[in-house]
């Protein structure tokens, strides 16, 4: 197992480069604003809180005094402020709060922790009736974090019979071609049968020159809408056998007015509905959606009979841990800040993985009892293969106590990307990086 501690970007392919900036969601681009006239003043700064905890890597051992440096800032200005601070366990259970007083020296907050886990510190401050606050974080022992999640007795028997009942329903493919570049062999809009009258909706894309080549699935983030063939067509251009998936049951091609109606209307919170049975819970077909995914891309003359990797990020990241250990048709994982990972942190005085399943004013009522059954952590119990993921350390959506949550009961080869200072975003680094692995773990090398 390799833990890579990122303190710079290293050095990718062009090429790599260059697909994997089409297979990752794009981050908004830099605004460019126009010079100010001669005689225009320049507009005041913003006031900003800044907290860095004193290990570049943001990594401590149990029981080591871990020291934030705070401080307020206008522009590059240090000024005087009483900063309140406060430390929690990965911003749920408070370990400690106060002030400190910050001016052209930083002020200086300490704390530790017992126990492997995240200590998140937050600061802020109040500046013309406008708070500013900033969050900084320090991993204790984080690869000795233990889930909270257990596994039910008929874990395996209850998806055993749901992949059976998947299994009974005709795959009607459904593959419409669509003029793709010229860097592919073929570029499909797909719709496959699931179960309870639902249907998958997608994209399939072909590599150049037909195969065998190895197969390459991702899905999207979480969120109500279509999704175009870019995705689907980089793993292509890139030599896979490639699709890329949406999780709802509608046209890959929704109308963005549909959408924002869904998403406003009977979708808002999907993804907490129907928790209170494990038979009617959203993400049953959801994950047997992409299990029927799977099916299409495996039945491909083109596929290599080999190879499969799963990626995404966020809820797609979680969705690919789930398929790892789901679906033993998958060989490689790469999971930027994945979801739904650990949903009983709540329960323990820990923060649950995305979306908080469990109602924190229910914490063991009947969605607690379901949980267990949809959790990313007793998917990759069942998992031994090689895995890739990054983690943000203070990431309040996806938060870093749950995805080490479930990174550490992966039994195969392994490699965390650790960002301190990176909440839930797409580092460069996962850009730059990612393909290359997958490339390696297909038998395909880097190039």
């Known amino acids: 197992m390799r833990l890579i501690r990122l303190t710079a970007v290293g050095v990718a392919l062009v090429v790599v480069a260059l697909v994997v900036s089409l297979l990752t969601p794009k981050l908004p681009e830099p605004t460019v604003k126009p010079s100010l006239a001669a005689d225009e003043p320049a507009p005041a700064a913003e006031p900003t809180v800044e907290v860095v905890q004193d290990h570049e890597d943001g990594l401590y051992q149990v029981g080591e005094t871990a020291t934030f440096s705070a401080r307020l800032l206008v522009g590059d200005e240090p000024q005087a402020a009483t900063l309140s601070y406060k430390l929690t366990l990965d911003g749920a259970t408070t370990i400690a709060e106060g002030q400190v007083e910050a001016g052209a020296e930083p002020g200086e907050i300490t704390g530790t922790l017992a126990e492997p886990g995240i200590l998140r510190c937050s600061v802020s401050t109040t500046v013309d009736g406008k708070m500013v606050h900033a969050l900084a974080a320090a991993a204790f022992d984080p690869e000795q974090i233990e889930p909270t999640a257990q596994v039910p007795e008929d874990f395996d028997e209850f998806w055993a019979a749901q992949k059976a009942l998947l299994a009974e329903v005709p795959m009607d493919a459904q593959l419409e071609e669509r003029d793709g570049p010229e860097t592919v062999g073929a570029v499909y809009k797909v719709s496959l049968a699931n179960v309870d009258g639902r249907r998958v909706y997608g994209w399939l894309a072909l590599p150049a020159g037909g195969g065998p080549a190895p197969g390459l699935m ?76 799977i099916d299409l891309l495996t039945s491909r003359p083109e596929w290599d009979g080999e190879h499969l ?139």
Not at 226 to 245: D, E, L, N, R
């Open 218 to 293: 991702s899905f999207t983030a979480a969120g109500v809408s279509g999704a175009g063939y870019g995705t689907a067509v980089a793993g292509a251009a890139a030599g896979f056998v490639s699709m890329h998936i949406i999780h709802h049951n509608f046209d890959v091609e929704i109308p963005a007015e549909e959408a924002a109606a869904l998403k406003a209307g009977e979708l808002a919170t999907y993804y907490r509905d129907g928790a209170e049975s494990r038979d009617t819970y959203y993400f049953r077909h959801v994950f047997l959606g992409c299990v029927r995914a």
């Open 309 to 447: 990797t799963v990626t995404g990020s966020s809820q797609a990241g979680g969705l690919s841990l789930v398929l790892a250990g789901l679906d033993d048709r998958v060989t490689a994982l790469a999971a930027n800040v994945p979801g739904l990972c650990d949903h009983t942190g709540l329960q323990h005085g820990r923060p649950s993985g995305w979306p908080r399943l469990i109602p924190a004013d229910d914490p063991f009522g009947p969605v607690s009892e379901v949980a267990p059954y949809f959790d990313a952590v007793n998917f990759l119990r069942r998992y031994d293969g090689p895995a890739w993921v990054t983690v943000g350390l203070i990431d309040g959506t996806c938060t870093p106590t749950s995805v080490y949550s479930a990174y550490n009961v992966i039994s195969g080869p392994k490699t965390m990307l650790v960002f301190p200072r990176m909440g839930h975003a797409i580092p460069p680094e996962y850009r730059a990086e990612r393909m290359a692995w997958i490339r390696q773990q297909s038998g395909m090398g880097e190039g």
